[in-house]
C-alpha cells in the first residue's frame, strides 16, 4: 500500500491535529510500538490509516481517565484482557487519590486558617481550654505584630494540626511552669544558680512548642515580659516581681551560655 488517498491516510501532523496531542506524542508512541503508521507513501513519508486513527483514539480515551500506556497497550492488544475489570481498578485507585485530594485540601484550608487566625479554636472552645482570663483576640493580636515573621509562620504551621486536647495539655505545662517559677522566687532561688537554670531551660523547650526559639531570642522575651504591660501585669499577677525575676534569670543563663544579655537580638 503506498497510495496515502486511497486508503485514507493521515500525517503526523494531522493525526495528531485531529487527536488533540502534540506531533512528539505520535512521535514517542510509534518509537515504543503503541500505535505507529501503517502505510508508506511513494516519496518515503508515513501515514495513519482510518484504522490506525481508531487505534489512536481509543489510546486517547483510556489515557484521559488515567490508564498508563503499559496498562493500555495491555488492554488493546492483549484479547484475554478483561477490560471492565481493568477500568474498574482503575476506578477504585481513582477514589483513592480523590480521597487523598480531599485530605489535603482539608489541611490546607487548616494550614490557611491558622496562618490567619492562629489558634483554631472557638472562642468559647479557647476559654474553656486556656481559662477565664484568656483572651480569644490574643492571636488576632499577636498577627498584627508578628504576622510577617518565620515565627509566625512556624506557629502557624504547627498550630493547624494542634488539636483541642494538646492544646490544653501544653496550657497546663505552662501554668503549672509559671507556679514553679513563681514558688522558686518565693524561695529566693538566685538568678545563675543551677535551680533557677533549670527554670530557664524548662521554658524555653515548652515555648519552642510555638516556635524554635533560640536563647538570644529567650532573652528578647524576657525583656519583653518586664517591660510590656500586659505581660508584667500576668507574671507578676502569679507572684509579685515575677516578670522582673523571670528577666534576670534568663540573663544569667544566657550569660552561661556565652551570650551578653545586653546585645542579645531576635535571632
Not at 485531529?18 to 510509534?30: A, F, M, P, Q, S
Not at 503499559?70 to 484482557?81: N, Q, Y
Not at 485530594?101 to 484550608?109: M, S
Request: overall charge negative.
Amino acid at each position: 500500500m503506498t497510495d496515502p488517498e486511497l486508503d485514507g491516510g493521515r500525517t503526523v501532523s494531522v493525526a495528531a491535529e485531529l487527536l488533540g496531542v502534540t506531533v512528539r506524542t505520535l512521535h514517542h508512541w510509534d518509537e515504543i510500538g503503541l500505535a505507529s503508521p501503517s502505510v508508506r507513501t511513494t516519496a518515503g513519508y508515513r501515514r495513519y490509516t482510518d484504522m490506525d486513527l481508531q487505534r489512536l483514539h481509543r489510546i486517547v480515551a483510556y489515557r484521559e481517565i488515567g490508564l498508563g500506556l503499559d496498562a493500555i497497550r495491555g488492554v488493546l492488544d492483549d484479547a484475554t484482557t478483561e477490560i471492565g475489570a481493568t477500568l474498574r481498578e482503575q476506578r477504585s485507585q481513582l477514589a483513592e487519590r480523590i480521597h487523598d485530594l480531599q485530605q489535603l485540601d482539608e489541611r490546607l484550608e487548616r494550614m490557611a486558617e491558622a496562618h490567619e487566625r492562629g489558634i483554631l479554636l472557638s472562642d468559647e472552645e479557647q476559654s474553656a481550654t486556656f481559662g477565664p482570663g484568656w483572651d480569644p483576640r490574643g492571636s488576632e493580636q499577636a498577627r498584627v505584630v508578628w504576622g510577617d515573621s518565620p515565627q509566625w509562620a512556624q506557629f502557624a504551621e504547627r498550630s493547624a494540626s494542634r488539636t483541642r486536647k494538646q492544646w490544653r495539655s501544653l496550657s497546663e505545662a505552662m501554668s503549672t511552669l509559671q507556679r514553679d517559677l513563681g514558688d522558686a522566687l518565693d524561695q529566693g532561688v538566685a538568678p545563675g544558680s543551677p535551680e533557677a537554670n533549670v527554670l530557664v531551660e524548662r521554658h524555653r523547650k515548652l515555648f519552642s512548642n510555638f516556635f524554635p526559639l533560640t536563647r538570644q531570642m529567650q532573652v528578647c522575651l524576657g525583656r519583653m515580659y518586664e517591660s510590656d504591660p500586659g505581660f508584667a501585669a500576668h507574671y507578676d499577677g502569679v507572684r509579685a516581681g515575677l516578670a522582673s525575676w523571670f528577666r534576670q534569670i534568663v540573663d544569667e543563663a544566657a550569660r552561661a551560655h556565652g551570650i551578653d544579655p545586653d546585645t542579645a537580638t531576635w535571632q
